[in-house]
């Protein structure tokens, strides 16, 4: 089975810190996708990555940034945290960007103080 | 813009009795269709999928139906358990194109003993 993991499930910052969520797929998948999620919104995409070191954004990018330097891991990074960015944040890799499911982490449960 | 719709929040049924949960789609070029269950503190488990060239699939006590004429896309999960009881959601992609899954805000199922 695909494994998704993410770094972290718990993790509490403050305000202004910058902030790394790592995520690790074991299944050489070329898509990676980082999403947050909130009561009410669904999943909302913030950024993808089709292939090493190349991103896209995705529909809520403002405050956030990627890294892909190698094909297993996808970073997200919050350059300057703040308390809206208080969220469910949910790495998910795939093989196909849309046409085949996504396999997600359990999430990391970020709060900022 | 396009977006990806559920009818109910919450739908509590009684244990053994068939559940269904419904989901609305608005973009027409969409054709490939995903049912996600999330557990509490879980990341979203693939459910089943179907394909725009398909009306109907059956998996294990599941069936999703996709009517393409009103983009309208259903789960049916059948003698509906206990262990069911999760938020399902439901996503739309292109089985050719490189955008990434759509995802709808979720439906949360209660099963009564």
């Known amino acids: 089975d695909v494994k998704v993991t993410q770094s972290s499930r718990y993790l509490v910052k403050r305000t202004g810190e910058k902030v790394f969520l790592e995520c690790v797929q074991d299944?050489?998948?070329?898509?990676m996708f980082w999403y947050r999620q909130d009561p009410g919104l669904g999943l909302r995409l913030i950024y993808f990555s089709y292939d090493v070191k190349m991103k896209e954004k995705g529909d809520i990018p403002e405050g956030y940034s990627v890294s892909r330097e190698k094909k297993e891991r996808f970073s997200l990074i919050l350059e300057s945290a703040s308390t809206n960015q208080t969220s469910m944040y949910l790495c998910?890799?795939?093989?196909?960007?849309?046409?085949?499911?996504?396999?997600f982490g359990d999430g990391t449960r970020l709060s900022i103080l | 813009g396009e977006s990806v719709g559920l009818h109910l929040p919450t739908l509590s049924v009684q244990e053994g009795d068939n559940s269904i949960i419904n989901c609305a789609y608005s973009n027409s070029a969409s054709d490939y269709f995903i049912w996600y269950k999330q557990e509490s503190g879980k990341g979203p488990q693939f459910i089943i999928d179907?394909?725009?060239?398909?009306d109907k699939r059956q998996g294990q006590r599941v069936t999703v139906l996709l009517n393409k004429t009103v983009k309208h896309l259903s789960l049916q999960i059948a003698a509906t358990q206990p262990g069911d009881s999760a938020v399902y959601f439901c996503a739309e992609g292109s089985v050719t194109g490189r955008r990434a899954l759509t995802f709808g805000s979720g439906t949360r199922l209660q099963v009564q003993p």
């Open positions: 299944m050489d998948h070329e898509n």
């Open positions: 998910a890799s795939t093989a196909g960007p849309s046409n085949q499911p996504q396999h």
């Open positions: 179907i394909r725009s060239n398909m």
